[in-house]
């Protein structure tokens, strides 16, 4: 698993603090994404893990035909790096957010 520590928040302590507090929560793990699509691939389960709510109906509604399974097994390999994307946003989000609720002084 990629560790939040892994992206720096240039703040004070207290804002250090909160982000990587809420970076804990928010964070998904490479790992868990790349075993999801692998073996629940075919249900999109995946696709539900990094919030992407549509996609994964849509493979719920198209399970039955096999295509999803196919994706899923190809996606496998690609989750690992949707993972860091998907955390990158989430930490630039916190990131914006901690500087505007905490002051910096």
């Known amino acids: ?9 240039p ?8 982000f990587y507090q809420q970076m804990a929560l928010v964070q998904k793990d490479e790992f868990i994404g790349f075993l999801l699509a692998l073996f629940l691939g075919s249900l999109g389960i995946h696709r539900f893990y990094l919030g992407e709510t549509g996609w994964g109906i849509l493979y719920l509604l198209f399970s039955w035909t096999g295509i999803p399974t196919l994706l899923g097994f190809i996606e496998c390999f690609f989750m690992p790096a949707r993972v860091r994307a998907y955390n990158a946003v989430r930490a630039s989000y916190i990131a914006a957010w901690v500087a505007q609720i905490i002051p910096a002084n």
Request: hydrophobic share 40%.
């Open 11 to 18: 703040g004070t302590a207290r804002q250090q603090a909160a």
């Open 1 to 9: 698993m990629a560790s939040y520590s892994q992206y720096v928040f």
